[in-house]
């Protein structure tokens, strides 16, 4: 654990979350917002910046917190026997208040963009994630192997000998791959302060000519990336270190569950 107070953890999330949406949020609205000098530019570039985005979160949180930036990285190092409990409300606290500030801030810089934009879905999509094809049933299953990929890889990247201060550069491309390889069907929320927060301000400022924020997708980039998340981390310890939790079955179980629930939604749309 980290050797600063839980309080000043706290902060370390704020920032390097607030860090993080900022960059991820804002390359975003600067390629789907019209009249940007960065409209259009495309995924490769959205898929870059957000890589680039975690990195920087992760350096300008990781000397007071342990920069997980993430809910569900959090709640799967928890659940996972990794991390304790009782800094999870902080750390989760932390990752909102960032994401609340970092989607603010955002809608701010592109202030006038916003009246010059009029496709609703491209201002939503600056906030929150939305699916290529609505199709609960695989997006769901997205969601859950994104976050899972990004977990395994963060807790291997961790066992590994690596320079110091390299860490965050390498999760970043981590990062960069899971966009390019799987966030194409979902827009690869993989984080649920990433989703949630942002998806709350959609809703609260007063962004010109928005429509809704899709409130009936909404709990895919939340559900799928914790059970990713603690999919990935509880098989890791099992894997790896040979100490299997009963949380990795009831995790499995619990996706189950969700994915028939979210085979009926698709049956209802159809």
């Given amino acids: 654990m980290m050797d600063t107070s839980l309080g000043l953890q706290f902060v370390g999330e704020i920032l390097g979350t607030f860090i993080l949406i900022l960059f991820g949020g804002g390359v975003v609205a600067g390629v789907v917002l019209d009249k940007t000098k960065s409209n259009n ?56 208040i960032g994401a609340f500030l970092g989607a603010t801030i955002v809608w701010l810089h592109y202030y006038p963009h916003w009246k010059a934009t009029k496709d ?38 961790g066992a590994n000998e690596i320079s110091a201060g390299l860490n965050p550069l390498i999760v970043g491309s981590l990062i960069v791959v899971i966009g390019m390889a799987l966030g194409g069907t979902t827009g690869y929320a993989i984080n649920p302060a990433r989703d949630l927060g942002p998806r709350i301000m959609h809703a609260i ?14 709990w895919v980039p939340v559900v799928g990336p914790i059970l990713g998340a603690t999919i990935a981390a509880t098989a890791y310890n099992a894997i790896i270190n040979h100490n299997v939790s009963v949380w990795l079955y009831v995790s499995v179980a619990v996706l189950i569950v969700f994915e028939f629930i979210a085979m009926s939604m698709d049956k209802k749309q159809a």
């Avoid at 879905?121 to 192997?145: C, D, M, Q, W």
């Avoid at 400022?205 to 909404?218: E, V």
Wanted: charged content about 5%; glycine content about 14%; hydrophobic content about 50%.
């Fill in 205 to 218: 400022l007063p962004i010109s000519g928005k429509g809704s924020s899709d409130w009936a997708y909404s």
């Fill in 120 to 157: 609703q879905g491209a201002k939503l999509g600056v906030f929150a994630t939305g699916p290529a094809i609505r199709h609960y049933t695989s997006n769901l299953f997205g969601e859950t192997v994104g976050t899972f990929a990004l977990v395994f890889g963060i807790m291997s990247i």
């Fill in 41 to 96: 530019a495309g995924w490769v570039v959205i898929t870059i910046a957000w890589g680039l985005a975690v990195a920087m979160g992760a350096y300008v949180s990781g000397y007071l917190s342990l920069a997980h930036l993430n809910p569900a990285l959090t709640l799967g190092l928890a659940f996972a026997g990794e991390f304790p409990w009782a800094n999870v409300p902080a750390y989760m606290g932390g990752q909102f």
